[in-house]
């Protein structure tokens, strides 16, 4: 059996509504298996103006705005006619890209139907309560993720730091890695634009320090503001160019200084020339589990200053390409980021690291390191021997066909 013979059935909260580097990944992996000439068939509510043309045979599957976050959907259930598609379709791989209602419904189904499922981790859940005032609630959402997690043959995480993570929490007993990728052509240092930093109100000796991003709460905006504030009372000379868009857009904009640059949305090529245009990069976010933005940071020649976190933890190498503090700790952040805004030799060196490092990230690379996990857990449902407990041992379906 090879990738040919493979049948895969993707379950994804968001496919293509709302850009973001989850649905990104997916959409790059359908189309490198696609391209392998595998069969893809990927489930996932539709909107009327999806953010993005998206790879594959899209099913839409009924969801409802989710409370507090209208921009996202929240899936309800399988319909039986969905059901009747996904038994049409006769999938030999079941992947599941969200622990929500639909992300349940499709392990279920594997179950049911005694088919191989694996599951990717895309944000790290368990945190996002602290960003809404219910702290509390994290050990019971750590405990929900397990007991999903837990019912796949499989789960992967993009970073090994994330990995790491997912085996001291016990969530599932086979956790491996399905890394990310970056384009090199369009995050490169010679996509920098001094004529767009110009017409954006920045000065060409001006150190501009960029973030990159959905601004949410969740991404540790209120750390950042926190730390600028640090700069400012340090007279640390510099411009802020945020890039990106989302519902914490206002409170953002009043909470940092009133030079600060709020581009927008980029996306592809504009992305890129926004990244390069940058100084620096500082992400302070701990919910994510790669760090997108900081690898395309550095395939652009820019230093990240990051927290110590998953994600930035695999990317990052203090020092060299940048600098990784603790989680929350302002002062280290404003000593981080005025050390680097401050030297501009520093800032060269630690971009060209970063440019170096970024090439071991290939999309085919890492698209085709899950494809043979795809297959390894094939032959081991069928020889059985398969580790994670509450499964039934039955035979790889293999290329067989709907008929």
């Given at each position: 059996?090879?990738?040919?013979?493979?049948?895969?059935?993707?379950?994804?909260?968001?496919?293509?509504?709302?850009?973001?580097?989850?649905?990104?990944?997916?959409?790059?992996?359908?189309?490198?298996?696609?391209?392998?000439?595998?069969?893809?068939?990927?489930?996932?509510?539709?909107?009327?103006?999806?953010?993005?043309?998206?790879?594959?045979?899209?099913?839409?599957?009924?969801?409802?705005?989710?409370?507090g976050?209208?921009?996202?959907?929240?899936?309800?259930?399988?319909?039986?006619?969905?059901?009747?598609?996904?038994?049409?379709?006769?999938?030999?791989?079941?992947?599941?890209?969200?622990?929500?209602v639909?992300?349940?419904?499709?392990?279920r189904?594997?179950?049911?139907?005694?088919l191989?499922?694996?599951?990717?981790?895309?944000?790290?859940?368990?945190?996002?309560?602290?960003?809404?005032?219910?702290?509390?609630?994290?050990?019971?959402?750590?405990?929900?993720?397990?007991?999903?997690?837990?019912?796949?043959?499989?789960?992967?995480?993009?970073?090994?730091s994330?990995?790491?993570?997912?085996r001291?929490?016990?969530?599932?007993?086979d956790?491996?890695?399905?890394?990310?990728?970056?384009?090199?052509?369009?995050?490169?240092?010679?996509?920098?634009?001094?004529?767009?930093?110009?017409?954006?109100?920045?000065?060409?000796?001006?150190?501009?320090?960029?973030?990159?991003?959905?601004?949410?709460?969740?991404?540790?905006?209120?750390?950042?503001?926190?730390?600028?504030?640090?700069?400012?009372?340090?007279?640390?000379?510099?411009r802020?160019?945020?890039?990106?868009?989302?519902?914490?857009?206002?409170?953002?904009?009043?909470?940092?200084?009133?030079?600060?640059?709020?581009?927008g949305?980029?996306?592809?090529?504009?992305?890129?020339?926004?990244?390069?245009?940058?100084?620096?990069?500082?992400?302070?976010?701990?919910?994510?589990?790669?760090?997108?933005?900081?690898?395309?940071?550095?395939?652009?020649?820019?230093?990240?200053?990051?927290?110590d976190?998953?994600?930035?933890?695999?990317?990052?190498?203090?020092?060299?390409?940048?600098?990784?503090?603790?989680?929350?700790?302002?002062?280290?952040?404003?000593?981080?980021?005025?050390?680097?805004?401050?030297?501009?030799?520093?800032?060269?060196?630690?971009?060209?690291?970063?440019?170096?490092?970024?090439?071991?990230?290939?999309?085919?690379?890492?698209?085709?390191?899950?494809?043979?996990?795809?297959?390894?857990?094939?032959?081991?449902?069928?020889?059985?021997?398969?580790?994670?407990?509450?499964?039934?041992?039955?035979?790889?379906?293999?290329?067989?066909?709907?008929?």
């Amino acid at each position: 059996m090879d990738v040919k013979d493979l049948r895969v059935a993707l379950f994804s909260g968001n496919y293509n509504y709302v850009r973001d580097g989850a649905n990104q990944a997916l959409n790059r992996l359908v189309e490198y298996l696609l391209r392998q000439g595998a069969a893809v068939r990927i489930y996932s509510p539709k909107v009327k103006r999806p953010a993005f043309d998206h790879v594959g045979d899209l099913v839409g599957v009924p969801a409802v705005p989710l409370p507090g976050r209208a921009e996202y959907r929240a899936p309800i259930l399988l319909t039986p006619g969905v059901k009747k598609d996904l038994h049409r379709f006769g999938p030999n791989m079941m992947h599941v890209a969200s622990p929500e209602v639909l992300g349940h419904a499709a392990v279920r189904h594997a179950h049911k139907n005694k088919l191989p499922v694996v599951a990717s981790v895309h944000t790290r859940f368990e945190t996002y309560p602290r960003y809404y005032g219910f702290a509390f609630m994290e050990g019971l959402v750590e405990a929900g993720l397990r007991r999903f997690y837990r019912r796949c043959d499989a789960i992967f995480a993009p970073s090994e730091s994330m990995a790491q993570l997912l085996r001291e929490q016990r969530m599932n007993f086979d956790v491996g890695i399905w890394s990310r990728g970056v384009e090199r052509d369009i995050f490169s240092p010679e996509r920098r634009d001094m004529e767009w930093r110009r017409s954006l109100g920045i000065a060409d000796d001006e150190v501009a320090v960029g973030y990159i991003g959905r601004l949410v709460m969740e991404k540790g905006l209120d750390v950042f503001a926190d730390t600028v504030d640090q700069l400012v009372r340090r007279g640390v000379k510099h411009r802020l160019l945020i890039v990106g868009d989302g519902p914490a857009r206002d409170w953002f904009e009043k909470r940092l200084p009133e030079n600060a640059v709020f581009a927008g949305f980029q996306g592809g090529r504009d992305l890129g020339r926004a990244a390069a245009s940058m100084d620096l990069l500082f992400n302070p976010s701990v919910t994510e589990t790669f760090g997108n933005v900081t690898l395309e940071a550095m395939a652009a020649g820019v230093p990240v200053i990051a927290a110590d976190a998953t994600g930035s933890q695999s990317l990052v190498e203090p020092g060299l390409t940048g600098e990784l503090v603790r989680p929350g700790a302002i002062h280290f952040f404003a000593d981080a980021l005025g050390s680097y805004v401050q030297d501009t030799a520093k800032r060269e060196a630690a971009g060209q690291a970063g440019r170096v490092a970024s090439r071991a990230y290939e999309w085919d690379k890492v698209n085709q390191a899950l494809v043979d996990q795809y297959l390894r857990i094939g032959r081991q449902r069928e020889r059985g021997s398969f580790g994670t407990p509450g499964l039934q041992r039955v035979p790889w379906p293999g290329s067989r066909r709907p008929q």
